[in-house]
């Protein structure tokens, strides 16, 4: 199935292997991937090196976002039946192609070309690389998953914070005439496709280093000290083993599919809009006392709040549990959001207060939903069920820009938007909150009816050997 | 073993700051005039 180098056996760690050595190799595959966030550094220049519209250009993100959930839903099997590394390398490879394609789509005024390769090809390697190291992490760690899974997926948060200023000093090196500081400078296509070529290989190095530095637990491996029947007494927290065929026919994992769509799609409707969003708060007239360079500020830290968010909270759901930290997400994210279109107009610190939390409540939904599906379904198949659960995110993907655009579209023309335009679209994320706050509520463990008969998962790390 | 986790935490490390002092340092114009 894969080379004998990437195969399961060649991975599992000897004696006295450090487990924190796990963490910095899923932070180097989410790192890189998370640069899928970093686009609108070079979506002008895009523009104008393909005479295209925005919304073509922007083709290539979404393109690249619902291939991440196809991806991800598609290969999650694979990726467990054949491990980390595998998964890893192979993402590795995806991800570096789909920048050498795209990189040729530019050098050949072809657009096609970037939408096959950033978005099909990269796409994949997003889906694949997004989820190989989160059933290792919950393995590694199973007396703190949160905590593990939160390391890992805060590094797709951080990725855009690298690649975003890091892009910008490469286009400035490529093209003498661009100056990244000057939101009216447009660096040159040949300059965005270099950058291309120099990112694909850098992030191929840096995905190769995660890759050949993982490793997983040896059968009956245990951290010091950490009892597994003190996860047993917890009620939410199952020692059952649910396929990942077996899961998508829960309740549980429909209501989960439904928690992770309204808190993305909330997140998204701030994300999406960010910077008009807080011009137009704080307009008056034609003008707005918020600077173009300052909403770009606003930008650069929803992102700090939005990785955060995967750090902090996934940690404290270990201490508090997963249901009680999405009731948090879900109730507080809501009534932040009342606050928001209500008292966020008055001041610029209360706006840019509960916009930071709200999207440290979105970051904080997707690092945690692996260690509640852990909690649920057991450490048997869950990335493969974490794939599945994807489809989730390029659903929200698709919903969250839709309303928002469609409630301001129905109010005027950008530019000359008010606080007033936005109310419409945020109360819809108030009610989209609700909905996803009262499937929480429903969430009981699995019926014992869908658990694998304890002989069959013994015998699947053997299985995934062969 | 210890040096080769600081060595691995050091490689992913070190471009985070860099990214989050960056994009402290763009924020700041947030809240100056």
Known sequence: ?466 | MSARVAVAWAVVGIPLVYGIVETLNKASSLFTK
């Open chain 1, 1 to 466: 199935m894969v080379p004998s180098f990437l195969a399961r056996e060649r991975t599992v760690a000897g004696p006295g292997f450090n487990r924190w050595l796990i963490p910095p190799a899923a932070l180097a595959v989410h790192l890189c991937i998370g640069q899928v966030y970093a686009t609108s550094v070079y979506k002008t220049a895009l523009v104008k090196h393909f005479d295209a519209s925005l919304t073509s250009v922007g083709v290539i993100f979404s393109i690249a976002i619902v291939m991440l959930g196809l991806s991800a839903a598609v290969m999650g099997t694979w990726v467990d039946r054949n491990g980390p590394r595998a998964a890893m390398f192979t993402s590795a490879c995806f991800w570096f192609a789909g920048f050498m394609v795209g990189a040729l789509g530019i050098g050949t005024d072809q657009l096609w070309l970037v939408y096959l390769g950033y978005g099909v090809i990269g796409g994949i390697g997003l889906g694949i690389g997004y989820i190989s190291p989160v059933s290792t992490l919950i393995k590694w760690f199973p007396d703190r998953p949160g905590l593990a899974t939160g390391m890992a997926i805060m590094g797709f948060g951080g990725g855009a914070l690298i690649a975003s200023p890091l892009s910008g000093r490469l286009l400035a090196l490529y093209d003498s005439g661009y100056d990244s500081t000057d939101s009216t400078s447009v660096a040159s296509g040949h300059s965005v496709m270099l950058l291309f070529l120099t990112l694909g290989v850098v992030y191929l190095c840096f995905m190769m280093f995660g890759a050949f530095t993982v490793r997983v637990p040896a059968d009956g491996w245990r951290p010091d000290g950490f009892d597994p029947s003190t996860v047993k007494e917890q009620k939410m927290v199952t020692t059952a083993s649910v396929s990942a065929a077996n899961a998508i026919r829960t309740p549980q994992f429909w209501l989960l599919w439904v928690v992770l769509f309204c808190n993305v799609t909330a997140g998204i409707g701030i994300l999406e809009q960010a910077a008009p969003m807080i011009q137009d708060f704080f307009r008056d007239g034609a003008d707005s006392s918020v600077t173009a360079a300052a909403a770009g500020g606003f930008v650069g830290l929803l992102s700090i709040a939005n990785m955060a968010g995967r750090f902090v909270w996934s940690s404290t759901s270990d201490v508090i549990g997963r249901k009680p930290i999405y009731m948090l997400y879900l109730g507080a994210g809501l009534a932040a959001y009342v606050l928001l279109a209500t008292v966020g107009p008055n001041s610029t610190v209360l706006f840019v207060l509960f916009a930071a939390i709200i999207l440290s409540f979105y970051g904080g939904g997707f690092a945690t939903i692996p260690a509640y599906l852990r909690d649920l379904f057991g450490t048997y198949q869950v990335g493969a069920i974490h794939g599945r659960l994807l489809t989730a995110w390029s659903a929200a993907g698709v919903a969250g820009p839709l309303i928002v655009n469609a409630f301001l579209d129905a109010e005027g023309t950008p530019g000359e938007l008010t606080a007033a335009a936005y109310r419409g679209a945020l109360f819809t994320m108030v009610g989209l909150l609700a909905v996803g706050f009262v499937a929480n509520l429903l969430v009981r463990p699995v019926s014992e009816k869908y658990h694998e008969p304890k002989d069959r998962t013994a015998a699947q790390p053997e299985r995934s050997r062969a």
